[in-house]
């Protein structure tokens, strides 16, 4: 397949956007493929190629491209127009189905994008304590804002460091980290620094994984941190309505202080969300004095896509035994192999190319990225699309048929 049409966009893109793109993550070298149109489980590229799909745009789509109900409740919408900036009937609709998932989060307030929710999230937190530091976990992201986006690797005993150009590093040294599955390291950070007002971290590592919490892991700094008076921030952005109705919290039984959530919840279209315990919510202007302001924030066309997606979810409850099962068959038959690693949780997985499972972000960055982009072009050339990094999830939607399925491991079994 040649990709000639995609490589003259790109071209043209390079002389009018930095990088040729609107995200980095879509530079793939030496050029992306376009996308004309997608449904179902596949991308179908402006060169003619028809691809299964397995990035699903990051994470959003569950239901694979385009599905039927969302798409209903979206044409609906346009009848009555899609941006009012005023309060809409969706709003509290949305509030209500999102809060009842979820029973740490009393109060939400939707955003545009999963950054703008941590933003706000760490912003609640520092209003509500009054204090300044905030603790990541290495390798997690939360987005393209300044307080987190610190280099892996630094900063719980010293400060952090910027890991951007324009990052200010007076900001980041209020940005501590540690690792994941690591609870000690919590505690110690937290015996010795008093000004920390909250850990934020995705409860399963999604933006290097999934790389999954140990047994009791996630407890134990759900303890760690009320027992030091420190807020829990869970970022389920990509786990929110993934790993089931009620994300990771639901999962593993721990209740955080606040949630972000994004992706899914916006049925494809974008959207951020953050919630958590009235008292702290209550923080949030114009009831209290944490400023947050959005033009598209809550803006029709989103909510009503993630309401049609989340109602699904619902009334559809059987999606996430089949995907589990889906992805739980692909792990029978890919399995580990010398030089690799399989690991999912439900229809979140990934093949790592080093020979026991990551545990934390110091381990995954033992992988053999070299290995990894000869696979993942070979896995191109056999019309399956993964995620362009060893470091990103690859997803599994409700649209993957038993064809793409078996599609998907013969090249799995062909290019690793
Ligand atoms: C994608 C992601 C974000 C950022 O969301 P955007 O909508 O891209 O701004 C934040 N946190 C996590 C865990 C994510 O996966």
Same mark, same amino acid.
């Given at each position: 397949?040649? +990709?000639?049409?995609?490589?003259?966009l &790109?071209?043209?893109?390079?002389?009018?956007?930095?990088?040729?793109?609107?995200?980095?993550v879509?530079?793939?070298?030496?050029?992306?493929?376009?996308?004309? +149109?997608?449904?179902?489980?596949?991308?179908? !590229?402006?060169?003619?190629?028809?691809?299964?799909?397995?990035?699903?745009?990051?994470? $959003?789509?569950i239901?694979?491209?385009?599905p039927q109900?969302?798409?209903?409740?979206?044409?609906?919408?346009?009848?009555?127009g899609?941006?009012?900036?005023t309060?809409?009937?969706?709003? $509290?609709?949305?509030?209500?189905?999102?809060?009842?998932?979820?029973?740490?989060?009393?109060? =939400?307030?939707?955003?545009?994008?999963?950054?703008e929710?941590?933003?706000?999230?760490i912003r /609640?937190a520092?209003g509500?304590?009054?204090?300044?530091?905030i603790i990541?976990i290495?390798?997690? &992201?939360?987005?393209?804002?300044d307080?987190v986006?610190?280099?892996?690797?630094?900063g719980? !005993?010293?400060m952090? /460091?910027?890991?951007?150009?324009?990052v200010?590093?007076?900001?980041?040294?209020?940005?501590?980290?540690?690792p994941?599955?690591?609870?000690?390291?919590?505690?110690?950070?937290?015996?010795? *620094?008093?000004? /920390?007002?909250?850990?934020?971290i995705?409860?399963?590592?999604? *933006?290097?994984?999934?790389?999954?919490?140990?047994? *009791?892991?996630?407890?134990?700094?759900?303890?760690?941190?009320?027992?030091?008076?420190?807020?829990?921030?869970?970022?389920?952005?990509?786990?929110?309505?993934?790993?089931?109705? @009620?994300?990771?919290q639901?999962?593993?039984?721990?209740?955080?202080?606040?949630t972000?959530?994004?992706?899914?919840?916006?049925?494809?279209?974008? =959207?951020?969300?953050?919630?958590?315990?009235?008292?702290?919510?209550e923080? /949030?202007?114009?009831?209290?004095?944490v400023?947050?302001?959005?033009?598209?924030? @809550?803006?029709?066309?989103?909510? !009503?896509?993630?309401?049609a997606? =989340?109602?699904?979810?619902?009334?559809?409850?059987?999606?996430?035994r089949?995907?589990?099962?889906?992805?739980?068959?692909?792990?029978?038959?890919?399995?580990?192999?010398?030089?690799?690693?399989?690991?999912?949780?439900?229809?979140?997985?990934?093949? &790592?190319?080093?020979?026991?499972?990551?545990?934390?972000?110091?381990e995954?960055?033992?992988?053999?990225?070299?290995a990894?982009?000869?696979?993942?072009?070979?896995m191109?050339?056999?019309?399956?699309?993964?995620?362009?990094?060893?470091?990103e999830?690859?997803f599994?939607?409700?649209?993957? !048929?038993?064809?793409?399925?078996?599609? =998907?491991?013969?090249a799995?079994?062909?290019?690793?």
């Amino acid at each position: 397949m040649k +990709y000639n049409t995609s490589k003259d966009l &790109f071209a043209e893109a390079g002389t009018l956007m930095p990088g040729g793109v609107s995200s980095p993550v879509r530079a793939i070298k030496p050029y992306p493929f376009y996308t004309a +149109y997608a449904s179902g489980a596949h991308l179908t !590229t402006v060169d003619g190629a028809v691809l299964i799909d397995c990035c699903l745009a990051y994470g $959003p789509l569950i239901l694979g491209h385009a599905p039927q109900p969302v798409r209903r409740a979206i044409t609906a919408q346009l009848d009555l127009g899609w941006l009012y900036g005023t309060p809409t009937p969706l709003e $509290p609709a949305f509030a209500k189905l999102i809060t009842s998932d979820h029973p740490g989060m009393d109060m =939400i307030r939707f955003v545009s994008s999963g950054s703008e929710a941590t933003m706000a999230a760490i912003r /609640v937190a520092r209003g509500y304590t009054g204090r300044k530091d905030i603790i990541k976990i290495e390798g997690g &992201f939360h987005g393209a804002h300044d307080a987190v986006l610190v280099k892996a690797g630094s900063g719980a !005993t010293t400060m952090g /460091v910027p890991d951007s150009a324009g990052v200010l590093a007076d900001l980041v040294a209020h940005t501590r980290q540690v690792p994941y599955n690591d609870p000690e390291a919590l505690e110690t950070l937290l015996s010795s *620094n008093h000004d /920390v007002a909250a850990l934020i971290i995705e409860p399963v590592l999604g *933006n290097i994984g999934p790389i999954l919490p140990e047994d *009791n892991y996630l407890r134990e700094i759900r303890e760690i941190t009320k027992a030091h008076d420190v807020l829990l921030i869970f970022d389920e952005v990509i786990t929110g309505y993934r790993l089931g109705i @009620g994300g990771a919290q639901k999962k593993f039984g721990v209740q955080p202080d606040l949630t972000t959530l994004g992706k899914i919840i916006g049925g494809g279209l974008p =959207i951020g969300a953050f919630g958590g315990r009235r008292e702290i919510m209550e923080w /949030v202007a114009p009831q209290g004095p944490v400023y947050q302001a959005g033009t598209f924030s @809550g803006n029709p066309l989103s909510l !009503t896509a993630g309401i049609a997606m =989340i109602q699904y979810l619902h009334d559809h409850n059987e999606i996430y035994r089949d995907l589990d099962e889906k992805t739980r068959a692909m792990e029978e038959s890919i399995g580990n192999k010398a030089g690799g690693s399989f690991v999912r949780i439900g229809s979140m997985f990934k093949y &790592f190319f080093r020979p026991l499972i990551p545990k934390n972000y110091r381990e995954v960055k033992e992988c053999d990225t070299a290995a990894f982009g000869r696979f993942w072009e070979k896995m191109l050339s056999s019309k399956v699309f993964l995620p362009p990094s060893q470091f990103e999830t690859n997803f599994l939607s409700a649209a993957h !048929t038993d064809d793409d399925l078996a599609t =998907i491991v013969q090249a799995y079994m062909q290019c690793r």
